[in-house]
């Protein structure tokens, strides 16, 4: 499925939120979005990925390339309310111990 990507700004961070399915069809346009948020001040990203209800290996190159990019810009990356389906992912490759994760958006803002 097609994935739709949500940006808005809340607190320090700009919240990039995709919708669907996080694989080789939809990195590009993660991508897109994040670079995107980059230019704007403050270059913090929170990956909201509430709405992700599924993730493959390129999703997840695709998660640490933009945090890199982030992150070597400056900026502060990390991932909040992913489903547990999604984050037994994350953390079958050790990227649960890599990345900031938050539960709820409050707990991002009150964090950063």
Avoid: H, Y
């Avoid at 990195?27 to 230019?39: D, I």
């Avoid at 909040?80 to 707990?107: I, Q």
Wanted: net charge negative; proline share 4%.
């Amino acid at each position: 499925m097609l994935m739709d990507v949500q940006v808005c700004a809340l607190g320090s961070w700009t919240v990039v939120a995709p919708i669907g399915e996080l694989d080789l069809a939809s990195v590009p346009r993660l991508r897109q979005e994040v670079l995107a948020a980059l230019s704007s001040p403050g270059g913090d990203v929170l990956l909201d990925l509430a709405a992700v209800d599924f993730v493959d290996s390129v999703g997840l190159g695709g998660v640490v390339a933009v945090a890199k990019r982030v992150i070597g810009a400056g900026g502060r990356f990390a991932i909040a309310r992913p489903e547990e389906r999604v984050w037994a992912v994350f953390r079958l490759v050790g990227l649960d111990k890599v990345f900031d994760r938050f539960d709820d958006l409050d707990g991002a803002v009150a964090g950063g």
